[in-house]
């Protein structure tokens, strides 16, 4: 079983930054893509980056590229996402999870372990 936990929502105005993590525990990460979803009120959860179990590759949603930078450090078992230049419509409830299907990285349906969330609220 994997537990992950996400971190560093919090409330920013436009044009701002942050940072989130996920941590996770009860097994090593290492060999999973991860991804990051977000979620906002009345919306359908959103697919908004994936990253390769090296690092070498990721990912992104057209929405984020440019703004966002997946990375991750498998020695600490953790996922980030480095959030800049944020816009209001990037409000959300933000969740870390683990791939379990490599040809659907962008498919929520393709992730088995889910964090509980964070909020990032972007004020205009």
Request: proline letters at 2%; charged letters at 15%; a positive charge.
């Amino acid at each position: 079983q994997v537990q992950l936990v996400e971190s560093g929502g919090g409330l920013v105005q436009a044009g701002g930054s942050l940072r989130l993590s996920c941590v996770a525990s009860g097994r090593t990460l290492s060999r999973y893509f991860m991804g990051w979803f977000r979620q906002a009120p009345g919306k359908e959860r959103e697919f908004v980056a994936a990253i390769t179990w090296s690092g070498g590759s990721t990912h992104y949603a057209d929405s984020v590229k440019g703004r966002f930078t997946i990375s991750r450090d498998n020695a600490k078992n953790t996922v980030y996402l480095q959030m800049n230049s944020l816009k209001p419509e990037d409000t959300a409830v933000y969740y870390c999870a683990v791939n379990i299907d490599v040809s659907q990285i962008r498919v929520g349906a393709s992730y088995k372990y889910w964090g509980q969330g964070t909020q990032v609220t972007v004020s205009s």
